[in-house]
C-alpha cells in the first residue's frame, strides 16, 4: 500500500512548518496580497483551533490565519496521491469480495436475541485501481451492515501475524461466499498456523486483563461480554496448537462462558480459570507440532497468483 502524509484534523502545526493557503489572502484595501496556493511559514501557533495560525510569507509579511485556511505544504505537494478513498469514491469495490463468511457471536455458538451478524472477508480488487495513483484501501466497511473486507494483500499479512479474527475467517462454518480462487485459500489454510499462535493469543489476553484488573481498582466494574471472549481465545488458542486447527464454535465450553458473559462466575473464579488456561497454553506450546513460523513463501505465491488473475481479468 502507498505511504502518505497524514496529519490528524485537529492538529495543531508546529512553528515551522511550512503551509500553502488554500484561499487568496486580501488585505484591508481589498487587495490580494497573496494569491491563494502562496507558501509561507508558521511563527506562531494557536493554543487550539478557534484561534488563528500567524504565518510570515517570503516578502516577510505575516498575516493571520485560520486553520481551514491552511494545509501543509508536503500534504498539498502529494494532493490525491494514494489516497485510497478516492478510489474508494469512484468504485464499488465491494462487487470485488471473493470471500464472505460470519464470524463472532453467530458462529461461536454464543448468540442471543441481541446478537449482531458480523460479517467479514476479503476482496481482490481490479489491477487497474490497485496499480493507481490512488491506490485502493485496506479495508472496507459497512458499519450499517456490520460487514467489513480486508484487501486480499491486508487480509494474508494479518493471517501469517495469526490476527485471531482472521484465522477464524478461514475456519468459520458459516461460509457466504466464495470464488474458486478464495476456495483455493481455504484449502491451504493451514500454512498460516504457527506457535506464533502462542504468542499473539497469549500476549493480547494478558495485556486485556491488565486493563480489566485497572477497571475493578478505579471503577469497581469489567465488561463480562469482553472477559467472555478473552478466556474463549485462550481456549481457542490451545486448541489450535494441539489439533494444527482453529476451533470456532465454542462447543462444551459453552454454559461456562455464557456465565461470564452474564457476570454470574465470580471475577475470583474468573481469573483462576485464566490463570490455568495460560498454564495449559504453556503445555501446549512445548508439545505442539506446529512449525516455528508459518509458510510465509506459499502465501506469497498465491498472492502473485491472485494479482496475475485479477490482470488477466481487466485485459478481457
Known amino acids: 500500500m502507498t505511504k502518505r502524509v497524514h496529519h490528524h484534523p485537529n492538529l495543531i502545526f508546529a512553528v515551522g512548518t511550512q503551509v500553502v493557503t488554500l484561499k487568496d489572502v486580501v488585505g484591508q484595501n481589498g487587495r490580494t496580497l497573496h494569491p491563494r496556493g502562496a507558501v509561507g511559514v508558521v511563527v506562531k501557533s494557536p493554543s487550539d483551533l478557534a484561534h488563528s495560525y500567524r504565518i510570515r510569507f517570503p516578502d516577510g509579511v505575516e498575516e493571520a490565519l485560520m486553520s481551514g485556511d491552511l494545509t501543509t505544504l508536503a500534504k498539498?505537494?502529494?494532493?490525491?496521491?494514494?489516497?485510497?478513498?478516492?478510489?474508494?469514491?469512484?468504485?464499488?469495490?465491494?462487487?470485488?469480495?471473493?470471500?464472505?463468511?460470519?464470524?463472532?457471536?453467530?458462529?461461536?455458538?454464543?448468540?442471543?436475541?441481541?446478537?449482531?451478524?458480523?460479517?467479514?472477508?476479503?476482496?481482490?480488487?481490479?489491477?487497474?485501481?490497485?496499480?493507481?495513483?490512488?491506490?485502493?484501501?485496506?479495508?472496507?466497511?459497512?458499519?450499517?451492515?456490520?460487514?467489513?473486507?480486508?484487501?486480499?494483500?491486508?487480509?494474508?499479512?494479518?493471517?501469517?501475524?495469526?490476527?485471531?479474527?482472521?484465522?477464524?475467517?478461514?475456519?468459520?462454518?458459516?461460509?457466504?461466499?466464495?470464488?474458486?480462487?478464495?476456495?483455493?485459500?481455504?484449502?491451504?489454510?493451514?500454512?498460516?498456523?504457527?506457535?506464533?499462535?502462542?504468542?499473539?493469543?497469549?500476549?493480547?489476553?494478558?495485556?486485556?486483563?491488565?486493563?480489566?484488573?485497572?477497571?475493578?481498582?478505579?471503577?469497581?466494574?469489567?465488561?463480562?461480554?469482553?472477559?467472555?471472549?478473552?478466556?474463549?481465545?485462550?481456549?481457542?488458542?490451545?486448541?489450535?496448537?494441539?489439533?494444527?486447527?482453529?476451533?470456532?464454535?465454542?462447543?462444551?465450553?459453552?454454559?461456562?462462558?455464557?456465565?461470564?458473559?452474564?457476570g454470574e462466575m465470580p471475577w475470583e473464579e474468573t481469573e483462576k480459570w485464566r490463570l490455568a488456561l495460560h498454564a495449559e497454553f504453556d503445555r501446549a506450546l512445548e508439545q505442539t507440532n506446529l512449525p516455528e513460523r508459518p509458510d510465509y513463501e506459499k502465501a506469497n505465491a498465491f498472492l502473485i497468483k491472485a494479482r496475475r488473475a485479477a490482470a488477466e481479468e481487466g485485459l478481457k
Not at 490476527?163 to 493451514?190: F, G, H, I, Q
Open 76 to 262: 498539498f505537494k502529494e494532493g490525491n496521491i494514494g489516497e485510497s478513498g478516492v478510489t474508494l469514491e469512484r468504485h464499488d469495490l465491494f462487487e470485488n469480495v471473493i470471500f464472505q463468511c460470519v464470524i463472532g457471536s453467530q458462529a461461536y455458538g454464543l448468540a442471543d436475541r441481541g446478537s449482531d451478524i458480523d460479517r467479514r472477508g476479503y476482496y481482490l480488487p481490479p489491477a487497474d485501481l490497485h496499480w493507481s495513483l490512488y491506490g485502493v484501501p485496506e479495508q472496507l466497511e459497512c458499519h450499517e451492515t456490520q460487514e467489513s473486507y480486508w484487501e486480499l494483500q491486508k487480509f494474508l499479512v494479518l493471517a501469517l501475524k495469526a490476527n485471531p479474527n482472521v484465522l477464524e475467517c478461514l475456519y468459520t462454518p458459516l461460509v457466504e461466499k466464495t470464488t474458486p480462487l478464495a476456495d483455493e485459500l481455504l484449502s491451504m489454510r493451514s500454512m498460516f498456523l504457527s506457535r506464533l499462535v502462542y504468542q499473539t493469543y497469549n500476549g493480547y489476553v494478558m495485556s486485556q486483563f491488565k486493563k480489566m484488573q485497572a477497571d475493578i481498582r478505579n471503577q469497581g466494574q469489567v465488561k463480562w461480554k469482553h472477559i467472555m471472549h478473552l478466556i474463549r481465545l485462550l481456549i481457542s488458542g490451545i486448541s489450535v496448537l494441539r489439533e494444527g486447527f482453529v476451533p470456532v464454535r465454542v462447543g462444551e465450553h459453552r454454559e461456562q462462558l455464557l456465565a461470564i458473559k452474564k
